[in-house]
């Protein structure tokens, strides 16, 4: 009797699999000519108008970035919430906060929704009546639950990273602020990627405000209390930037197109989704003591959160709530550590730990909401 | 009398086919299912790590490329 199976037993599955892999992953590394043509017709059609036709020589617009003093993790809502000021001096970092879906806790309750915290910085532009946008140097954009906030026609295919530089110049032409991500701090050495603003250029480099994780910055504050401190940008050439700013290039920007929702609204908002949060947060927890999929998972810094709301319900005389949040931030803190997404992989039960030790403050603080 | 074409194609196919065409059942398991691992890492948790520009997602596909390669090479030695 022959030994192994007959060719023609196999060839049929394992050239039906490979097609499903080729099919599947071709998006990946292959251009994609009819995306980026629509891409690129329906960014003209809905920024016709905003933009220069020719970006100006050079820009720097006066934003100024955020530090949580000491921080760590929470780059995107430092250069979010700066920019957001600079559009409109009347929201400072706390306001930002209070409109991101601070007490938000998810429990994937629709396809959209992952398990975990739930500040999102675009759902912030999405209340003070922005639309939010996301470019890449690729096709393939993340699966929606990741990128909840922006509408899918929003995520912009741009063919290299020359033309995505030259899109950004004209946005910063037109008072546009974006923000990008880029895989290391270009003037820390820091391991991680950072999300930075992008608020100027000339002919020799850019400007970003990268919120500062050094504590020299902010000697003698305390993360999780303190209130933000301002920084000015910091200078990087272009080398400098193409050096950092690679892999699919994101380029974030939200553009105006109607109407702030009113606090009394976004605290009903955060009312309800507070008073859900011991639910969806034992949900979270035992999401993650099955092995979730950490995709599924977001890994957020809580701890402004918490000093925000304290603030919050300090300026408003409830002292009760107010210290209870004090409490809560405090325990974030004490449990803190750098918590970048790719940290959850690796530590899974670090985030057991503390949404299982801050669980307490969640429920009560929940019952206490007027 | 296998070819030793055929289960090289068989092993490009997917990893470990082409030590089942040639008997080699014991390899044929190892590669199917390091393979199945590596392709579960990448479509399901790949995209995340490329997001996060986490170095992961590069070993994933150099891991990819050797395990296709070494099945290739080691379909095509074996066979007899």
């Keep these: 009797m022959k030994k192994g199976l007959p060719a023609k037993f196999l060839f049929i599955p394992g050239g039906i699999i490979f097609l499903i892999i080729v099919w599947t992953i071709s998006p990946q590394f292959l251009p994609n000519e009819a995306e980026y043509k629509k891409d690129q017709a329906y960014l003209a059609e809905v920024m016709n108008g905003k933009l220069p036709e020719t970006p100006s020589p050079e820009v720097k617009l006066p ?42 806790i998810m429990a994937k309750r629709d396809k959209n929704e992952r398990y975990g915290p739930g500040l999102s910085i675009m759902r912030a532009f999405k209340n003070f009546g922005y639309i939010p946008f996301r470019g890449a140097t690729t096709p393939i954009h993340p699966p929606q639950n990741i990128v909840a906030d922006f509408e899918p026609q929003n995520l912009i295919y741009f063919k290299d990273v020359k033309e995505e530089l030259l899109f950004a110049k ?22 991680g990627g950072v999300f930075s603003s992008l608020v100027g250029y000339n002919k020799d480099g850019v400007w970003l405000n990268i919120s500062p994780q050094s504590e020299r910055y902010a000697p003698g504050k305390k993360y999780y209390l303190d209130e933000p401190i301002r920084y000015e940008p910091r200078f990087a050439s272009y080398d400098l930037l193409m050096k950092y ?82 409490e809560l931030a405090k325990t974030y803190e004490s449990l803190r550590q ?19 030790t801050v669980y307490p403050h969640i429920f009560k603080v929940s019952t206490l909401w007027p | 009398m296998k070819n030793k074409k055929v289960a090289a194609f068989l092993s490009l196919l997917f990893p470990g086919f082409g030590h089942l065409y ?59």
């Design chain 1, 245 to 326: 700013w690679t892999g699919e290039h994101q380029l974030l920007w939200a553009v105006k197109s109607g109407e702030r929702k009113s606090e009394a609204e976004i605290y009903s908002e955060n009312k309800k989704n507070i008073q859900e949060a011991p639910v969806t947060l034992q949900k979270s927890i035992e999401f993650l003591k099955n092995n979730g999929n950490v995709s599924d998972f977001t890994a957020a810094s809580q701890t402004p959160e918490a000093a925000v709301l304290y603030r919050y319900f300090q300026a408003k005389g409830n002292l009760a709530l107010a210290n209870q949040y004090k």
């Design chain 1, 170 to 191: 004209k946005l910063l032409s037109a008072g546009i602020v974006p923000i990008v991500g880029l895989q290391h701090d270009p003037f820390e050495d820091i391991e």
């Design chain 2, 22 to 80: 040639i008997g080699k059942y014991i390899d044929a398991i190892v590669f199917v299912a390091g393979a199945g691992v590596l392709w579960y890492a990448f479509f399901l948790r790949g995209y995340y790590l490329m997001m996060s520009a986490n170095p992961r997602y590069y070993l994933v596909l150099v891991a990819l490329i050797f395990v296709y390669l070494f099945s290739i090479f080691d379909a095509y030695r074996k066979t007899k």
């Design chain 1, 338 to 356: 750098s918590e970048s997404p790719g940290i959850v992989a690796s530590d899974r039960q670090k985030m057991i730990e503390v949404l299982t």
């Design chain 1, 63 to 104: 934003v100024k970035g955020y530090i949580i003093a000491g921080g760590a993790g929470t780059c995107m809502v430092d250069a979010a919430a700066g920019i957001a000021n600079f559009y409109e001096p009347d929201i400072d970092f706390d306001t930002f906060i209070f409109y991101a879906n601070p007490t938000l």
